[in-house]
């Protein structure tokens, strides 16, 4: 019935005064309960919890004369979270404080021919130790860890279902990787999408939504969905893939084994199909995924007329994808990440105001905003960051989110 | 932030007793308990409220002995909710009880070719005096009225803000409804998506669901969404306008001055276009909308090989739309309604079975099931039924449900 117990509801509220504290660094009880529409009485236990759990500390005194004032933040102990994303061709891992600052990363190179998951793991653990090297952070200091694989993930067993990259099928990764890592806490494994949709819902300083997606550009693409500040994760946790839907009927290959997806003409290999297509003899069409972005910037940089067209192509791609999601779900705000949007930003930004107009509704075009998420270095790192932190908080009993 | 109160919890406790109530016909309290899964404590706190509220009352003694065994029903009293459905060839009226028992309706045509709304006001009238008469039901007696206007509607404000088959924008019917209607009430304006949602959620007897798609299949075509039980209304009540995603780039005209939207091969006049394109001087390709659908079902019932093709493209494109809603919102349930799915489902159910498997990936394909909605004759005025009921509710005080 999606019935909602009290527990719920204090659970939202934890949620309402973390997510504040994060962001204003310092805060009274008073500012808390301004800021988050919440009571006082609620915003004064949600506090006394976080403080008796030592998640909260008080730093000083506010300037407030005759009621309790004291500046409270996130406690600096030395916990630390650990936020990993795996990609095609890449493992990132970063360390993070408790109060989500960004203290470190380490990056491996993943060989995207090899699909064994002992190589991936071997990359993850490099990354993982790497980081934590780099920040001078012992392994028993890590509070929580949480670790993104792309395609289908259930946190709950730690399997992944189905990884179309690696053509994996119900591979247990938790039991393979825990061992590796000896790390003295669990992994929390997750999926991308979810992992920038929760980075956006809890670090994003932009207004609070009714329907935010998170749409997310790289090798592969797929896109995160919230609806009232929740996670919408689907079913069998699979929602968000708008990768898979159908752009062109009977249409390019797609590596999920189907024609025509978005993600075959907006991901990094498909965009080098459209390259192929325009230009079969350009230099770039032979290089690796991340030399190829590269040199389409550069030659965007340079006006290339070869790669304003395939940007040109991409976008027109990309905006009916993204018209689908504003006539379908109607959000107020869609948010764009990922590695390619990153690297082609500048150029892509200025072609979406031109073409998703075209593509959508009058009246759903209206209420949206489309803009960059801007959350930090890495936005599937941030986010794996915050389900640690979760974690920690429900060690503490004190869940603040049902992610 | 979407922080959810202690008085949404009583709302949902609230729908969860009356549909339970709804779809046992009695039961006493401890029955509700036990369906529900809440508490008694919260039951029996519900159930006085109701009662003191004259909406439930007691039929009788339960069999169990020694605790309070009432069973109780919802109120039999003479007032009536009046549902109503504009579509683009018809208003219906349908009369209901407050226990949303089908009493009576009443259908009058309307002119496609006449976009006028006092043309429209005239018929919804008509079909409102109409069905009360036929249910010798007294306007006074009206307890709430709910009337759903295809395209987007405000229901708060009572303006339709854009309906495309009428090129009406910025209407606000309200104000032109309901001194016309003579009733007592006010009339409660919506989408016929929103209504099947509502529908399916208060009167389907399927198992409860995290994400379910009601699709609507008539002239237009759309989708109405609902996750953990609650209506998905997007930011504008816009969310659901799967008929205007896109079908094939640069394809057909749609009526929303796009091309290539779902709704211009799916929906009744999509359909014709496509008999046209198979078959010019079949006959049934200039027959109205209604006499159209008529002719199908009776050449299909003939195994005619024209009406056999039509079918087939149709299903094809239905099964691309559905991959994608499959793909993007990960569902547990898709059910199909509309006045022309209800004349052809018994052809358009097999296609889908043997066609949406290729167009869904297949974890997401595992996890759903498609089928008719079977909410009673019209889930467009059963829903609009609900909305009137929610006012009811509302007037005493006891919304049960923030739809």
């Excluded at 019935?3 to 962001?23: G, K, N, P």
């Excluded at 500040?229 to 699979?238: A, H, Q, S």
Aim: aromatic fraction near 4%; include cysteine; proline fraction near 5%.
């Amino acid at each position: 019935m999606g019935t909602r117990s009290a527990s719920d509801i204090r659970s939202e509220s934890r949620f309402a005064v973390l997510r504040q504290l994060l962001s204003s660094g310092t805060a009274t009880r008073q500012d808390l309960a301004v800021a988050t529409t919440l009571s006082t009485a609620t915003v004064a236990n949600v506090v006394a919890e976080l403080l008796d759990a030592g998640l909260v500390h008080v730093v000083g005194k506010g300037a407030s004369v005759g009621r309790p004032s004291s500046k409270l933040a996130i406690s600096d102990e030395p916990l630390r979270l650990v936020g990993v994303d795996i990609a095609e061709t890449y493992a990132t891992a970063a360390i993070y404080s408790l109060s989500l600052e960004h203290l470190a990363e380490h990056s491996e190179p993943l060989d995207d021919t090899d699909n064994q998951p002992r190589t991936v793991i071997a990359g993850v653990v490099a990354a993982v130790h790497g980081a934590l090297a780099r920040a001078g952070v012992h392994p028993d200091a890590v509070a929580g860890i949480g670790i993104s694989v792309p395609g289908q993930v259930m946190p709950s067993t730690g399997v992944s279902v189905f990884a179309p990259n690696w053509d994996w099928h119900q591979v247990n990764l938790r039991d393979q990787l825990e061992p590796e890592l000896g790390l003295s806490v669990g992994v929390h494994l997750d999926n991308p999408l979810k992992a920038v949709t929760v980075a956006a819902l809890w670090l994003d300083n932009g207004p609070s939504t009714d329907t935010m997606v998170v749409v997310n550009l790289g090798t592969g693409v797929g896109a995160g969905i919230a609806i009232n500040g929740r996670l919408v994760r689907g079913t069998c946790n699979n929602a968000g893939e708008w990768g898979h839907t159908t752009l062109v009927q009977d249409g390019r290959p797609c590596r999920c084994g189907r024609r025509g997806c978005v993600e075959a003409y907006v991901g990094v290999p498909g965009m080098q199909a459209t390259l192929a297509e325009l230009a079969p003899d350009h230099p770039a069409v032979a290089l690796h995924q991340d030399a190829f972005i590269a040199a389409v910037a550069a030659g965007l940089e340079a006006d290339d007329p070869t790669m304003m067209a395939l940007l040109d192509r991409t976008c027109a791609s990309l905006a009916y994808g993204l018209g689908d999601v504003v006539n379908l779900l109607n959000p107020d705000r869609i948010l764009l990440c990922g590695w390619m949007f990153s690297a082609l930003q500048t150029w892509i930004m200025p072609r979406l105001t031109e073409l998703v107009p075209a593509q959508a509704l009058e009246a759903s075009l209206d209420v949206v905003s489309i803009q960059p998420l801007e959350v930090g270095r890495n936005p599937v790192t941030a986010g794996m960051a915050i389900f640690a932190l979760e974690d920690v908080l429900a060690r503490h009993g004190l869940p603040s989110r049902l992610v």
